[in-house]
C-alpha cells in the first residue's frame, strides 16, 4: 500500500510540474504575441495589419483552443 501511494504521490507531482511549466510556456507565448500585435498596431498601414491576422490566425486559435 506504501509503495502504491509513494507511486501515486511521484505521479502527481509530475503531472502538476507538468501543468506548471505548460501554463508558464503558453503564458511566455501569450506575452509574446501581445507585444507583437502591439507592435504591429504602432504601424499605421492597414495593409500590414490585415496580414498580420490573416497570418497568425491559426497560431493565435491554437494558442486560446490548445485542445482542438
Known amino acids: 500500500m506504501a509503495r502504491l501511494r ?9 503531472l ?5 511549466a505548460s501554463t508558464s510556456t503558453l503564458l511566455t ?3 509574446i ?3 507583437w500585435v502591439l507592435r504591429v498596431l504602432k504601424e499605421s498601414s ?11 490566425l491559426p497560431i493565435l486559435f491554437l494558442l486560446f483552443f490548445p485542445d482542438v
Do not use: E, K, P
Not at 509513494?6 to 509530475?14: E, F, M, T
Not at 502538476?16 to 506548471?20: A, D, H, K, N
Open 6 to 14: 509513494r507511486a501515486l504521490s511521484r505521479a502527481n507531482n509530475l
Open 16 to 20: 502538476v510540474s507538468f501543468y506548471l
Open 29 to 31: 507565448l501569450f506575452f
Open 33 to 35: 504575441r501581445y507585444t
Open 46 to 56: 492597414l495593409c500590414s495589419l490585415l496580414n498580420y491576422l490573416f497570418t497568425s
